[in-house]
């Protein structure tokens, strides 16, 4: 199975965020049951790997269409703004 990529994030605010890209190595979306990006933090410094685009590495979404055994299956996903954090916008109910 391969790791879903995160295409695009708009949270310009997380500290993994530049250039509406997502630069951890690995995301994990979800609480259980809302699809929200779980490694999101709000920080003035932006790291993780600027060379590379995130993968999905797990998503706890049971819920979704996309969901299978709490991995991904999606070839991608978008992270949109909801609120104050991030969502996953490729999120389709079962
Ligand atoms: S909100 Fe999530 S997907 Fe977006 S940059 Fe931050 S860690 Fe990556
Ligand atoms: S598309 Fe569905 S399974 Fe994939 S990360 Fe988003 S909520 Fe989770």
Redesign the pocket.
Known sequence: MKMAN?SE???SE????TGK????IA?TIGDGAHPM?D???KSSAHG?IKSQT?GVGACKVASCRHNNDFECSSESIK?GICED??DCMTFSMR
Do not use: P, Q, R
């Not at 997380?14 to 965020?17: I, S, V």
């Not at 890209?21 to 951890?24: I, M, N, P, R």
């Open positions: 995160v994030c708009a949270v997380c500290a993994y965020n890209s997502c630069h951890a995301i990006c490694t999101f933090f993780g995130a992270v954090h991030g």
